[in-house]
């Protein structure tokens, strides 16, 4: 963002504020070269381009708002706001809070993974009691 002056740094800072606002239990970090906000998992990321401002918020985020992206390019997992027409701030709130609600719910179905149990659990295998007697 400070790499930028302008319009431009104004619309960053804007899509910033307001993904912040939306998700304010998220951290920040930089990944794939773009400013990221991190829940459960990558939840948003956004990038400055020539033309337009770039927002990822994975393919869920796009195909559950599909109509609503009509307006805008897009494509699986991008959308591009042009960058002389005002940002949708309605519609970026929209997308972070299912991102917000997605990965809340993603983290709450690992309860058990990695510990071998997840799988387990989840089929019901009768071995799960050999696992709980281990301290798995």
Excluded at 49 to 64: M, Q, V
Excluded at 82 to 107: C, H, M, S, Y
Aim: glycine share 6%.
């Amino acid at each position: 963002i400070d790499q930028f002056t302008g319009d431009k740094r104004k619309k960053l800072e804007e899509i910033r504020a307001l993904i912040r606002e939306n998700a304010p239990e998220a951290s920040e970090k930089i990944s794939w070269n773009m400013p990221t906000f991190f829940l459960n998992g990558n939840l948003v990321h956004f990038a400055m381009n020539k033309a337009h401002l770039g927002f990822y918020p994975t393919p869920s985020g796009i195909e559950h708002f599909e109509k609503e992206l009509k307006d805008y390019r897009h494509s699986r997992g991008a959308i591009q706001f042009p960058l002389d027409k005002p940002l949708p701030k309605d519609l970026i709130a929209a997308i972070v809070q299912f991102r917000v609600a997605e990965n809340t719910k993603k983290k709450n179905a690992r309860c058990c993974e990695g510990s071998g149990r997840f799988y387990y659990i989840m089929k019901g295998w009768p071995a799960f009691s050999f696992y709980r007697r281990k301290g798995f």
